[in-house]
């Protein structure tokens, strides 16, 4: 029998999921802004987007090809910090 | 364009398809158990679930269609490219771990690992085979339309020839086999796009003259004519559309750039002028006219978002066009971590750990590959080679620019990319049914193996279904199907995957109402939108009843606020047990 109160799975999480939990969010959170701040600029300031940015391509292709490149690099530093979880 | 059966092509699939049917009949006793069927014994290598994910993920829409939108329209396309992308960072930091921790086939164990809910359960399972079945029918449909040019078969050969290959691997070795396939065609359609940029990028921009408009008439007795006289072979040659993509004019007057380095590829494009063409149809009586006509554009206005007709929103003054665009992104990024078919993957490692270094190694070259798709589009755009009546032919026909024997290959890899998809999906729905819904439901597989046996019967259903649904959505729009199938999952699935873990007050009667609020309220919006207005009904869009036709701004909210009101209003003190029922 369960209690419903005791559904979350963050009482459910020793030491090193609370820690990796933590990480992950904090890593989430400035994915997140990063996210945001490209869509918030081709929605809101496309002008920005035009404009030239690194080697001679501009602001789109220069923040598009950051936010992929980004991903593998939060995703690599997740990997190093984060601890446990093998069996 | 007339395409012609290609012998290399055929043989080359043939193999591919000859290889995975034998290592699945070779694996097939590896997964007798239901532990073997659902999760490959849960003993599937880190990097090897890491490429298979690449394999499950990239389907031919991400392949083709967004190569031919970039080819087509500029830089549109590789915001598909961003967002997919983006997703995956929900899914390793937020959801990897805990699924698999908590979790054993299905996704629906996770979301029902406190509970034991029979609400859960259903709605659960009912969520996977939705969104399922949305992403099942553009694949079919796809499979379909793409063996004709790519391998001289007709569409309901294209149909079916998937649908069994699919069956024939899913049901002789379930997970153990669709992780292979998935991760050949991972691998073959990473490897082989890097090879297709690096020629690309070796043969730099040449300049061409300007083309003639183009003209593609259908007669009331079922002829074409292409430019006024008749397609095909004629007494003074082969009459056909003239293939298209080309640089008019590059950076300082030069006319061919030499072999170019990757940011100077696209430096140059932008400060060149490209020919792009435009179409309209005129329907008089029973003959129906298309007219192509060549358009100069500038590279600078190419390579900045809003230049298609799905992304337009961005450039448009009105409030509601943007919301549609962001509403889009957003389900992008939530959508992919909800994904049933993704989701299962994480029970194929054996622990948390290899769940998080899989999820890298997916990141790593699923973001690869959205690289390489920029370039093949773009590279597609300027190579000559284009067809102007079908864009999702666009990397096929680039890879035909440079050689025969490319084109074979990617034509054998294009069409295989269906097969990895499709396994998945199809995997995805015989457990919700066999280990969701027959099993855990409504107890109607009492041992291990009538569990496995209902599986195999559900993949042939689910299957035949699929072949079914492929035929009949033939002649439709079908490539929305897509974007539903990542509202869907985003509304239902994340809000309630997402509270599970991180609200201590959620309960089952929250997550079940959460999952139907998400499920209703993201379909209902899309069947009320201009969009649906427009490809289903053929109505006036701008009748529609909801101000933009993208769900996800809204009913992700929704999913969030539907569960935390209800688990509210059913939360009970600690102590009270759950009345749910139990095994």
Redesign the interface.
């Known amino acids: 029998m369960v209690k419903e109160s005791d559904a979350s799975d963050s009482s459910q999480r020793g030491p090193v999921e609370r820690h990796n939990a933590r990480i992950g969010m904090a890593l989430f959170l400035i994915y997140v802004l990063l996210y945001a701040g490209f869509m918030g600029l081709s929605a809101f300031a496309p002008q920005v987007m035009s404009q030239t940015a690194v080697g001679g391509a501009n602001v789109a292709i220069i923040y598009g090809l950051g936010l992929i490149l980004a991903a593998v690099v939060l995703a690599l530093i997740y990997t190093v910090v984060c601890r446990g979880g093998e069996r | 364009m007339i395409y012609e059966f290609s012998w290399s092509a055929f043989l080359i699939f043939a193999f591919f398809v000859a290889v995975v049917l034998g290592l699945s009949f070779y694996l097939g006793r590896r997964a007798k158990s239901a532990q073997g069927f659902f999760a490959a014994h849960g003993q599937v290598n880190w990097f090897v679930n890491g490429v298979a994910f690449a394999g499950d993920y990239l389907s031919a829409a991400s392949f083709l269609g967004i190569c031919g939108m970039i080819a087509w329209y500029g ?1 549109d396309g ?2 598909y ?2 967002g997919y ?2 997703g ?3 899914a ?3 959801i990897a ?2 699924i698999k ?2 979790g054993r086939f299905t996704f629906t164990d996770a979301l029902d690992s ?3 809910s029979r609400a859960i359960k259903l709605t659960a399972a009912i969520s996977t085979l939705v969104v399922s079945t949305f992403y099942l029918i553009p694949q079919m449909v796809g499979a379909g339309t793409l063996i004709q040019p790519l391998l001289g078969f007709s569409y309901t050969t294209g149909v079916v020839l998937v649908g069994v290959v699919v069956i024939l691997i899913v049901v002789t070795a379930g997970m153990v086999s669709t992780t292979w396939v998935q991760f050949i065609k991972g691998s073959l359609l990473v490897v082989f796009c890097t090879v297709l940029t690096i020629m690309i990028l070796r043969r730099g921009l040449t300049v061409s003259a300007p083309s003639q408009p183009q003209t593609v008439v259908k007669t009331a007795d079922g002829r074409t004519l292409i430019n006024g006289m008749r397609q095909g072979d004629l007494p003074q040659g082969k009459n056909d559309l003239e293939p298209v993509g080309k640089v008019l004019a590059l950076p300082n007057g030069q006319t061919s750039t030499g072999p170019l380095g990757p ?2 590829f ?3 494009l ?2 060149s002028k490209v020919e792009t063409w435009t179409r309209k149809d005129v329907t008089t009586g029973d003959v129906t006219t298309t007219v192509y006509t060549p358009v100069a554009r500038d590279g ?1 206005e190419l ?4 230049g298609s007709p799905t992304f337009k ?3 448009s003054a009105k409030l509601t066009d ?1 919301l549609d ?2 509403s889009l ?1 957003l389900a992008l ?1 939530c959508g992919t971590a909800s994904l049933p078919h993704i989701l299962i993957r994480y029970y194929t490692v ?8 899989s ?2 190694v997916g ?2 070259s699923i ?2 590959f ?2 390489l798709t ?1 370039f093949l589009g773009l590279g597609a755009m300027t190579s000559g080679a284009m067809d102007v009546t079908n864009n999702n032919m666009a990397a096929p026909l680039l890879a035909r620019s440079f050689s025969q024997t490319l084109f074979a290959i990617i034509s054998a890899i294009a069409f295989t990319t269906v097969l990895g998809t499709v396994s998945g999906l199809i995997l995805a729905a015989s457990g919700a049914v066999a280990h969701d819904l027959a099993t855990n439901s409504f107890r109607l597989a009492h041992h291990e193996n009538s569990q496995v046996n209902f599986a195999k019967v559900a993949a042939v259903v689910v299957g035949v279904i699929a072949m079914i649904l492929g035929i009949i959505f033939r002649d439709f729009n079908v490539s929305f199907l897509v974007g539903w199938a990542f509202n869907v999952a985003a509304s239902a699935n994340l809000p309630s995957l997402v509270m ?9 009667a929250g997550i079940a109402a959460a999952i139907s609020a998400g499920i209703i309220s993201s379909l209902g919006w899309i069947l009320l939108s201009g969009q649906a207005y427009k490809d289903i009904y053929h109505l006036d869009p701008s009748r529609a009843i909801v101000p933009f036709s993208q769900p996800g701004l809204v009913t992700i909210p929704l999913g969030f606020v539907v569960l935390i009101v209800v688990s509210l209003l ?9 009345e ?1 029922p ?1 095994p």
């Open positions: 830089y590789f915001l490219s961003i992308l983006a995956w960072i929900v390793l930091f937020v771990e805990p921790r908590l406190r509970f034991n940011l100077k696209l430096a140059t932008q400060g600078s390579l900045t978002p809003g929103g961005v450039r943007k665009f962001l992104m990024f054996k622990d948390q750990a290899a769940a998080r270094k999820t890298v990141i790593a973001g690869f959205y690289i920029l599970l873990l991180f609200w201590k007050r959620t309960t089952s059913t939360h009970r003190p600690r102590g009270v047990l759950d749910s139990q």
